[in-house]
C-alpha cells in the first residue's frame, strides 16, 4: 500500500522516550531534558531583529533558487575570514536547513544502488536521504578508539564496488568528536585516490571547546559542504542551511531546487544576513563558551559516576557515553532499557544509542548539553544514586 | 560524475526568458512581467504581523515534526468552515510549502518502477518528484477539448500495469482549470475501481471566478491532498503548505518528516495560523476578486486579438494559450522562439508552453495576470502590434 522504502524509515526510539517523557510531565513529574539536540536559547535579538525587519518591509515572495546573492555573498566571505578559505560566491547554496542540503546531495550524487561510506554511529537521518533516491549507506563501524571518525585507512579497507564517496562529519553528532586538519587531509586523499566524491557535514561547526573546528575547503576544494545555521548560529525553527559545492555542481543543483524546494524562507534568509555580521558574534561566542561550560562539568561529572567516556569529545553539544558495564550490573537488555528506566525511577531523559549506532548503540547513550549546568548537575544527582544503588 | 536523473531534470525554459529580459531591463528597456507564477501582491499585513508578533515571541525553535497542533487544528477546521468537510486534525500535516508535499507524497507512495497518471499539461515539478524516488510520470495528453484535465475514461485507457495511481490538480497549472465536483466523483470513482491512490493538488484552491473551487475531500475520504499556503493565501516566500492523508498515512509521514525535513518553519506556521482566521478572509477575498478583473480584461483582451483559448480557465491566475496560427504567419519554429521574440521586440515576458507540455507545449503559451489592470492594457496593446504586423 505505502512504498518499501516507508517500512525501512526506522522511528526515532528517542521519540518514545519524549512521549513517555511528556506524559510523566503532565503527572507533575520533574523531568530533565538530555534528549534534545537544539540548544535551550531562543535566536539571539539581532538575528530575530532583523527577521522582523524584513517582514515589516513585506518582504514576503520568493527568492533567488539559490539565495538572495547578498546572503551567498555573506557566505564566502565567512569562509574568508574565520577559515582563511577564498571562495567564489556562486559555489554557495541556501537550503531550507541542512535537511535539504543533505536531500539534494543526494539527489545530485548518487545513482540507484550506489553508496557513500560513512561512520556508525552517526546522524541517523543520513541514510534516509539515501534511501530516497534508492542509493545507500555504507555503514563503517567506529568505536572510542578511533575517536568515532572515518579515517584514510577504513576508507580503503571499506570502499566497495558500488561505493562513491565519503561522508564525513565534524564536528559530529552523536559523539562531539572533530576532524583535525591532518585527519581531514587523510580523508580527501584517500577519497580522491578512488576518483570519489568527498561530503563533510560541518552542521556543528563553530561550537568546539579547546581545538578550533577547521573546514574541509581549507584542504580540499573539490569537497561538498552541507552546514546549518541551525547549531552554532542558534536558528532551528527558521530552517536554513547551506552547501558549498565545486563550481561544476551548481548548474544541476540550481534546476534541483528550483524543481525541489523553489527557495528558502525569505525570512530566514533575512535572519541569516544578521547571523553572519560580525557585529553579532559576541553574542554567539558567549553561546559557545556556555555549552563550554556545561561540557566540563557535565564531561567530569559523568566520568566520576562511571559513565565510560574514553576520549574527549570537542564539539557540538552532546557527550557519546559507554554503559555497558551499568548494563550488566542493572540487568538492563540494552541502552534503551537503560533509557526507559532512568526517565521513569529518576526523570532523566536520555538517546538511546541505537538511535545513531548500528554496532554499538546498544550500549551507548548520548547526553545532550543542552539544559543550565544547574539542571546539569541535578541530572548528575539523579544519575549518581541511579549508579549508586546498582 | 553526477547522478543519471540529473541530466533528466530538465531546466525550465522561462528561465531563459526571465533571463534575457533583466538583460534587457538592464538595459533601460520596459518590460512587463507576464511569465511569473506568483502574486504581485505582498503578504497581507495581518499575517506579516502575526510572522513578526512571533519572533517577538521568540518563536525560534523546532515545532512538532507534523505541526503546530493549533495550525492542524485550524486547516481541519478550514475543511469544515469552507467545503463543509469533517477532518481530524491528526489527519493534516503541515509541510515547507506544498514542494515538501509533494516530495513527502512521492516517498510515501511511490516504489521505483512504479508511476502515477497525471494531465499533460501540467505542472513540471511533478515529474521530478517522482524521478527522485525512482518512479515515473504517466503522462496523459489532454486537450481544450477536454478541459486539459484527466477523467475516468482517460485513467481507464491509460492505466498501465505499473501505474499505482492518479495525480489530478484543480484548479490547474498552467491552465487555470477547476475539476466539477462531478468530474472530482468521475475520477475517484475510476482510480478506486483500479485499487489506485488519488492524489490531488488543491494548491490553487480558492482562486476561482464566477466556479467554486471543490476539494476532493468532499467526495473522496481517502485521497491524498497537496496544498499550499502560497496562492490564496499570498505567502510564497514563507514556504508552507500542508497535506491531507488517510488517517493510516500518518505514522509513515511523521517517520519521513522527521528525517527529511525535520519540522516547517515555525514563522510560517504562525503567519498561517493568523492566514486562516476568518476576521482576514476579506482581505483574501479582495485580492481573488482583483485576480478575477485581471482575468476579466486579460481573458477577453487575449481573444479579441486572435489568441486561441478554446475554453474558459476558471482558476488560479493563468491563461494557456494556442498559438499555432500564428507561428505560422510569423515563422516561428515553436513558441519559445515566438517568446523570445516576443520579450525582444515587444518587452512582454510570457512562459513557453514546453516548460508544462510535452505534447502540445510547442504551440502554446502561459500568460499569468499577476500585473495590474493597466500593465495588462499595456501587454494587450503592445501584443495587438505583434499580432498585426503578422
Redesign the interface.
Known sequence: ??????DK????RV?AVLERAKQLQSEGRDILHMEVG?PDF??IQPI?DA??DS??R??????QALGLPELRRAIAVYYQERYGVTLSENRVVVT??A??AL?LMS??????G?GLLMADPGY??NS??LR???GQAHKVAVGADRGFQINGELINQHWRDNTIGVLAASPANPTGEILSLAALQDISAAVKAKNGVLVVDEIYQGLSYGEDCHSILEVDDDAYVINSFSKYF??????IGWMVVPE??VV?LE??V???????????QYGALAALDLINRPMLEARRKEFGVRREVLLNGLKALGFRVDYTPKGAYYIYANIEHFLKKGGWADSEAFCFDVLEKYGVALTPGTDFDEHSGAYHVRFAYTLPVEKLKDALARLKVAVDTL
Chains 1, 2 share one sequence.
Not at 513585506?58 to 527568492?63: A, D, S
Not at 528550483?258 to 527557495?263: A, D, F, K, P, V
Open positions: 500500500m505505502f512504498a518499501k522504502r516507508v524509515v526506522a522511528p526515532f521519540m537544539e531562543p535566536t530575530i527577521g522582523i517582514l515589516a513585506q518582504q514576503t515572495g520568493y527568492t531550507s536547513g535537511s535539504a536531500m539527489a545530485l550524487l548518487v545513482d540507484p550506489k541517523p537521518c534516509q536521504f530516497i533516491v534508492e542558534g536558528m532551528t525553527g527558521w530552517r561544476k555542481a544541476g534546476r534541483l528550483q524543481n525541489l524546494y523553489i527557495s528558502t524562507s525569505v525570512t530566514a
